[in-house]
């Protein structure tokens, strides 16, 4: 049973790559877009709330225009801060108190590399459990969403399913992104007020939250708007993300890009805002940019890095907490590109004091999952943790007296001041310091040594076991579901 969450401490070193102006200039930009082109609301319920607070309403294309002072004072009401509870035990709660940033599994992939086989299949609900486990064991990560979808679940349900894998084998803080009907996510709420111990100890210690994904360019899921504001009633937090790539569903400039992205997603936060006031929302992007040479989503380079830097800015505008798509690499394997993208994606939004990072264990821009990958990316994350505690300088680090002491030619291997700190120096896991004749012996390396270790853990974590008879409650939940959908 996992004793503790590592996360980033963010308050130490900062990288802005937009100035304060320029901030400015993509919000007012937003705001124009939002106001002079409009957003698809395809919701009658949607369209409704934001056409009572002034929003002009085209029913036919169901595209609302809201003048901009209505989305910012909207926007306005939302908590500037939000914990994110765990299934348990409140020691491994989540505060998005813009100090810290945590690792994050997701992804929903539609396959899995088997971690015995090696083989790519189509991954199951079995699939979902087992990827539980490992993130449970693993410290670096402090939430989940479904890595892979529970595709031998009904397509109605699976989002229940998957959740029902989630909290019995993980005792973390429980995140979705496939509950896209209002039906559904009245079940999942449901589900959650019962790990919870009720409605009023849900709203509380909300242990589960929300991700819902815009329409690049301009418009939302009908859906899943109805579905968000199920939960936003319920006190669950609730994010909106937007995935808008340069070139195909935003501008190829990366400005105008974040300005399409940010007015996806500021018209559906300050939509929840609307309807029920105050109520817990995060800022949630993945941005990207199309190949230009085949059209294909990246998953990786240079304009992803800066958009997971740039889009912290945009956040702490609105004062509102960000889950960034970090470490989803477009890489096919666990190889050089994965580790190039994810350094990169990974480092930018914490140095940015982004939230939450998301994207462990995934390949193929969040298609495959890999237990080799969650794990290298663990081993990436506490790197970049080591990096953001910056270099403390005071009397004891810079530890003159030591020097005077071993003096001119000396060493420092015996002292006791070696023996305080030595073990504050970072140590990797899976990285290969050894001799090159010890490699040479066996030819292994971090791969190899990760699969290893993702396979001790299937075989041997066993996370703290939900109360049986909470897991019959979520099997009941979903029975009656699937009974009322004929699908039993």
């Not at 790539?245 to 018209?267: M, Q, T």
């Not at 930018?348 to 193929?364: I, N």
Request: net charge negative.
């Amino acid at each position: 049973m996992p004793q503790h969450i590592l996360p980033i401490d963010t308050g130490n070193l900062h990288l802005q790559v937009l100035g304060d102006d320029d901030v400015r200039r993509i919000h007012h930009a937003s705001l124009e877009l939002i106001q002079g082109v409009g957003v698809r609301f395809p919701s009658p319920h949607a369209l409704d709330i934001l056409h009572a607070h002034g929003a002009s309403i085209d029913p036919e294309r169901q595209i609302a225009r809201i003048p901009g002072h209505v989305v910012e004072s909207a926007l306005g009401h939302a908590a500037a801060g939000l914990t994110l509870c765990a299934r348990d035990d409140p020691a491994l709660d989540l505060p998005l108190d813009g100090q810290h940033a945590y690792l994050a599994v997701d992804g929903t992939g539609i396959e899995v590399l088997d971690a015995y086989t090696g083989e790519k299949r189509v991954s199951t609900k079995q699939d979902v459990a087992d990827a539980m486990r490992v993130a449970d064991y693993m410290e670096e990560i402090a939430l989940v969403w479904p890595p892979v979808s529970a595709q031998d679940c009904p397509a109605e349900t699976r989002g229940l399913h998957e959740l029902d894998a989630i909290w019995n084998n993980y005792a973390k803080h429980a995140q979705t992104e496939t509950l896209v009907t209002a039906h559904e996510m009245q079940a999942a709420v449901e589900m959650a007020a019962a790990i919870a111990g009720g409605r009023d100890e849900l709203r509380r210690r909300p242990v589960l939250s929300i991700m819902q994904c815009t329409i690049s360019p301009l418009a939302q899921d009908g859906g899943s708007l109805d579905a968000a504001l199920v939960a936003a009633e319920a006190g669950l937090p609730v994010a909106f993300m937007t995935m808008a790539s340069c070139g195909f569903s935003g501008p190829a400039a990366l400005a105008g890009n974040l300005a399409v992205g940010n007015a996806e997603v500021i018209s559906a936060l300050a939509l929840l805002q609307m309807a029920y006031p105050g109520c817990p929302v995060y800022y949630a992007a993945a941005q990207t940019a199309m190949d230009p040479r085949t059209g294909a989503y990246t998953g990786g380079g240079p304009e992803d890095y800066l958009f997971g830097a740039a889009t912290n800015q945009l956040a702490d505008f609105y004062h509102i907490p960000l889950s960034m798509g970090a470490f989803a690499t477009g890489a096919k394997q666990p190889d050089w590109q994965a580790a190039f993208d994810n350094v990169f994606a990974g480092l930018l939004p914490a140095l940015s004091g982004a939230d939450l990072l998301q994207g462990a264990g995934m390949l193929y821009g969040s298609r495959i999952f890999s237990y080799e990958q969650l794990l290298l990316d663990c081993e990436i994350y506490s790197a970049i943790r080591a990096v953001a505690g910056g270099i403390r300088v005071d009397e004891e680090a810079l530890a003159l007296d030591v020097v005077r002491q071993a003096g001119v030619g000396g060493n420092f291997l015996a002292h006791r001041h070696t023996r305080q700190h030595i073990r504050d120096l970072w140590q990797p896991r899976f990285i290969d310091r050894r001799p090159y004749s010890a490699w040479e012996a066996d030819r292994q390396g971090p791969r190899d040594w990760a699969n290893a270790k993702a396979r001790w853990i299937l075989e041997n974590h066993r996370p703290a076991p939900l109360d049986p008879r909470l897991s019959a409650e979520l099997t009941r939940i979903i029975a009656a579901v699937e009974g009322e959908m004929g699908l039993r």
